[in-house]
């Protein structure tokens, strides 16, 4: 069975820096496409960054970009999110998940809570 477990999220103040991880199982993840998806609340789950099998290729969302670093160690099965510069409109779950998700194939965790605020 695929398990995703986020971790890393919490409060921070405006500008500050939060490292989000997720640990993989279940799957052979070095041969995936892996992303960060958020949900902020009242609004609809959105892609936030997506990272290639290798690292070779990275996208990311225009609201993030220059901002939020995705990377992955696939010796560890583990994908990240360095998130910097942050801002209120930040604020969301945030979930890791293989890219692209398939409704067949795919499901969502728990998230991790991210909280910009002052």
């Known amino acids: 069975q695929v398990q995703l477990v986020e971790s890393g999220g919490g409060l921070v103040q405006p500008g500050g820096s939060l490292r989000l991880s997720c640990a993989a199982s279940?799957?052979?993840?070095?041969?995936?496409?892996m992303s960060w998806y958020r949900q902020a609340p009242g609004e609809e789950r959105e892609l936030v960054a997506s990272?290639?099998?290798?690292?070779?290729?990275?996208t990311y969302a225009a609201a993030v970009k220059g901002r939020f670093t995705i990377s992955r160690d696939n010796a560890k099965a583990m994908v990240f999110l360095q998130m910097n510069s942050l801002k209120v409109e930040d604020t969301a779950v945030y979930y890791c998940?293989?890219?692209?998700?398939?409704?067949?194939?795919?499901?969502w965790g728990q998230g991790t809570q991210v909280t910009v605020s002052s």
């Open positions: 998940q293989r890219f692209p998700p398939l409704d067949e194939y795919d499901s």
């Open positions: 279940g799957f052979s993840f070095s041969t995936y496409a």
């Open positions: 990272i290639g099998t290798e690292g070779e290729l990275t």
